[in-house]
């Protein structure tokens, strides 16, 4: 399973894009690159999945350079409710053993 | 439609007894993991079911172990419970084999005393 890193926290205001960046140096040729967002005492809930280049939904965008070595989820105007943990997963559609690392705990301040 | 479901929502139990939980996958989904999350720590994979067959295992000793039924409910027991095995146990249900796009229960918080 290829490793990722992130900032382990994060600080914010309302109506600022956050932008988290994950490094995955070993990223093999089939992985995807998968995020998910955790409120306390909540599951996971997924936000994005991509391959290449930039994928983007109703909740957020994902860039993912040419080297697939970083992927940056972009949260466009967080609010209060934006804060929770957030994490990146790298690894093939059917890696049935993916875990979830440390994450990223975002804090948006009013 | 409803979500994923899991019971109960929290348990007290004493070390060395056994526990059983529960998971509903959303309606339409065969496949159910079961993740552990420790206090401040991401969730670990613990099993995968896909059609009632188990397709994955995470690094968990023997004293867990899991079972999918017919209708593609699931079931996490964990015998001898030791003091570490307090946590957040989530339940995930994905239409198919592949996780990209798994549905979290909203878990059951195991303490052990």
């Known amino acids: 399973l290829a490793k990722t890193t992130q900032p382990i926290s994060m600080d914010s205001y309302e109506g600022q894009e956050v932008n988290i960046t994950c490094s995955h140096n070993?990223?093999?040729?089939?992985?995807?690159i998968t995020w998910y967002q955790q409120f306390p005492s909540q599951g996971p809930r997924f936000i994005i999945q991509?391959?290449?280049t930039k994928v983007t939904n109703e909740v957020a965008s994902l860039f993912i350079p040419a080297d697939r070595k970083s992927s940056t989820l972009s949260l466009p105007r967080v609010s209060l409710s934006d804060t929770a943990v957030y994490y990146c997963?790298?690894?093939?559609?059917?890696?049935?053993?993916?875990?979830f690392g440390a994450g990223t705990t975002v804090t948006v301040r009013a | 439609d409803a979500g994923v479901t899991q019971s109960p929502t929290h348990l007290i139990k004493t070390r060395g007894q056994h526990v059983t939980l529960r998971c509903s996958p959303i309606?339409?989904?065969?496949?159910v993991s079961w993740y552990q999350q420790v206090l401040g720590q991401g969730p670990q994979f613990i099993f995968q079911?896909?059609?009632?067959?188990?397709?994955g295992r995470g690094n968990f000793p023997d004293r867990f172990s899991a079972r999918q039924f017919p209708n593609y409910s699931s079931e996490l027991n964990v015998n001898a419970l030791l003091l570490g095995d307090s946590a957040l146990y989530l339940c995930?249900?994905?239409?198919?084999?592949?996780?990209?796009?798994?549905?979290f229960g909203p878990g059951t918080r195991l303490t052990v005393l």
């Open positions: 079911y896909y059609e009632k067959e188990e397709r």
């Open positions: 991509g391959y290449k």
């Open positions: 995930a249900s994905s239409q198919h084999l592949e996780q990209g796009q798994q549905f």
């Open positions: 070993n990223i093999a040729t089939n992985d995807y």
């Open positions: 309606s339409g989904h065969k496949s």
């Open positions: 997963l790298v690894g093939l559609p059917d890696d049935y053993k993916l875990s």
